[in-house]
């Protein structure tokens, strides 16, 4: 079978080529399962802190402006709680507080920050520090196209303690798409945020389309954090463009070599349907797997920087 050949060879390859799979590849129902783990310190801010980054934001309440923002805190309201008393917004204050809870519950808090903030607002990637780290995923996709093409590799990644823990999914035949969907959405499944990088406009969207296209049931869409649009807020002039290479370089000091394009990943891959030759798949989980490391860096990147930005 393709999928006993493509899980071998995985497992065969040399420790010292660039292009080897960390990890031992495991056999799903028509896709191979690579797992690696990497040594990586990421700080997420702290709950305190984000909570004190929310109260303080005056516009999450409705009928606040720029100019009841300004004259409210020369008035010497600081932040929500303070407003309790207000005779105009203590209700409206006292609505949202309960609504969030103690401490604010995550999804709360996105409901808010989605009604009244662009989703480039720092806030909603400070608010990923109300959340346990273990359930909070990043993943990035290999499709053969664009719209509405068929899934054949899906990457996640997961923080714990002192590392990573990435998982790349890839089909070893079109018919392996359908199952590699399942075990995506079995994987996210009780994940408090989903982190992509133009995942709100590409990634989750084919993911909905295949979905509907297997008929497999639509799950709720979890808390997705889009890193591309806080990359075009923070350093729009800094860089030329925002392609993840472009930002790579610019941000985060990775130079990627003998990298294959992103856009040679679908002949690729289609050259592998074609032959069988499992050799072609190397430089795909290649580029893929670096995909899904830099955008946790980048993740990291922005939250120090939006540390300073307070």
């Not at 984000?50 to 923002?69: K, Q």
């Not at 932040?79 to 309960?98: C, K, N, T, V, Y």
């Not at 649009?229 to 610019?250: A, S």
């Not at 130079?255 to 856009?263: A, C, F, K």
Request: contains cysteine; hydrophobic residues 40%; proline residues 7%.
């Amino acid at each position: 079978m393709k999928i006993d050949r493509v899980a071998g060879w995985l497992n065969e390859r040399p420790a010292s080529e660039e292009a080897n799979m960390a990890g031992s590849p495991e056999q799903g129902d028509g896709f191979v399962a690579i797992s690696a783990n990497f040594p990586l310190r990421f700080r997420l801010p702290s709950k305190a802190d984000v909570t004190e980054g929310l109260f303080s934001n005056l516009r999450l309440l409705y009928g606040i402006g720029e100019h009841y923002d300004r004259s409210l805190k020369e008035e010497g309201y600081g932040s929500i709680p303070d407003l309790l008393s207000h005779r105009r917004f203590g209700g409206r204050a006292g609505e949202l507080l309960d609504s969030w809870g103690t401490p604010p519950d995550p999804s709360a808090v996105y409901r808010t920050l989605s009604a009244w903030l662009p989703p480039s607002h720092r806030l909603f990637i400070r608010s990923l520090g109300l959340m346990e780290r273990e359930k909070i995923v990043f993943f990035d996709l290999e499709t053969l196209g664009l719209a509405n093409s068929p899934v054949f590799l899906i990457a996640t990644a997961r923080l714990s303690e002192g590392e990573l823990k990435v998982d790349q999914y890839l089909a070893t035949s079109l018919e392996g798409e359908a199952p590699l969907l399942e075990e995506f959405i079995r994987r996210v499944g009780s994940t408090s945020a989903l982190i992509s990088y133009n995942g709100r406009s590409f990634d989750w969207p084919i993911i909905r389309e295949r979905l509907f296209y297997y008929g497999i049931p639509l799950p709720e869409e979890p808390i997705h954090i889009d890193l591309l649009h806080h990359c075009r807020r923070r350093y729009r002039d800094l860089l030329p463009g925002f392609q993840l290479n472009i930002v790579e370089r610019g941000i985060l000091g990775i130079e990627r070599r003998d990298d294959l394009p992103g856009s040679l990943v679908p002949a690729y891959y289609s050259s592998y349907l074609a032959t069988g030759d499992p050799a072609m798949l190397a430089p795909i989980v290649s580029h893929n797997r670096q995909d899904i490391l830099s955008l946790v860096l980048l993740l990291e990147a922005l939250l120090e920087e939006n540390d300073d930005a307070r």
